[in-house]
T-cell receptor, first 115, second 114 residues
Framework: AQSVAQPEDQVNVAEGNPLTVKCTYSVSGNPYLFWYVQYPNRGLQFLLK??????LVKGSYGFEAEFNKSQTSFHLKKPSALVSDSALYFC?????????????FGKGTRLSVIA | NAGVTQTPKFQVLKTGQSMTLQCAQDMNHEYMSWYRQDPGMGLRLIHYSVGAGITDQGEVPNGYNVSRSTTEDFPLRLLSAAPSQTSVYFCASSYRPLDTGELFFGEGSRLTVL
């Protein structure tokens, strides 16, 4: 079975400070990993994905994520937070050998960037 | 290029009523899916389709029906609405269905069942 855990419901960070939103996963075999962002009253938007290769993945809006296989983690990071980064962030996973099984999403982490 | 279009954006139903949430995409995506979003529950998959004529159940399919007669459309039917179905519903599609393709989401349909 596939699963994703986002251990923090809420993350608060001051503008200009680095931010981290945590994600751990469980799949059989190798994972495909994704981050999505949801702004108020909008649908989810794709941020970045890890398929294979370099463990550090760069995505939209200056975000990046680091894949750590030994810790089964895929934390989202940004060196300098902006107030406009305030949103709900979702991590998602599926295994390489999962057949037609769709993505499994975490419960989401609300990021609040304070000016 | 409209992407994924959901209608209606808002709907209020009474218990026992039926309705259909519409979803259309103009990107020629093979894969389409429906999720519901509830506070503290994240996104839960209701039904999905890997192509026209093919549908399958997700995590929470009870009380919902789907069909996929064309590549573009994937309607979600509530057969007899219940208050537990009060939620925000999202339709999503992907070109490369289930491996590396990112999902494109609609803007959501907010449903209230009284």
């Amino acid at each position: 079975a596939q699963s994703v855990a986002q251990p923090e419901d809420q993350v608060n960070v001051a503008e200009g400070n680095p931010l981290t939103v945590k994600c751990t996963y469980s799949v059989s075999g190798n994972p495909y990993l994704f981050w999505y962002v949801q702004y108020p009253n909008r649908g989810l938007q794709f941020l970045l994905k890890y398929i294979t290769g370099d463990n550090l993945v760069k995505g939209s809006y200056g975000f990046e994520a680091e894949f750590n296989k030994s810790q089964t983690s895929f934390h989202l990071k940004k060196p300098s937070a902006l107030v406009s980064d305030s949103a709900l962030y979702f991590c998602a996973v599926r295994g390489w050998d999962s057949g037609n099984t769709p993505l499994v999403f975490g419960k989401g982490t609300r990021l609040s960037v304070i000016a | 290029n409209a992407g994924v279009t959901q209608t209606p954006k808002f709907q209020v139903l009474k218990t026992g009523q039926s309705m259909t949430l519409q979803c259309a995409q103009d990107m020629n995506h093979e894969y389409m899916s429906w999720y519901r979003q509830d506070p503290g529950m994240g996104l839960r998959l209701i039904h999905y389709s890997v192509g026209a004529g093919i549908t399958d159940q997700g995590e929470v399919p009870n009380g919902y029906n789907v069909s996929r007669s064309t590549t573009e459309d994937f309607p979600l039917r509530l057969l007899s609405a219940a208050p537990s179905q009060t939620s925000v519903y999202f339709c999503a599609s992907s070109y490369r269905p289930l491996d590396t393709g990112e999902l494109f989401f609609g803007e959501g349909s907010r449903l209230t069942v009284l």
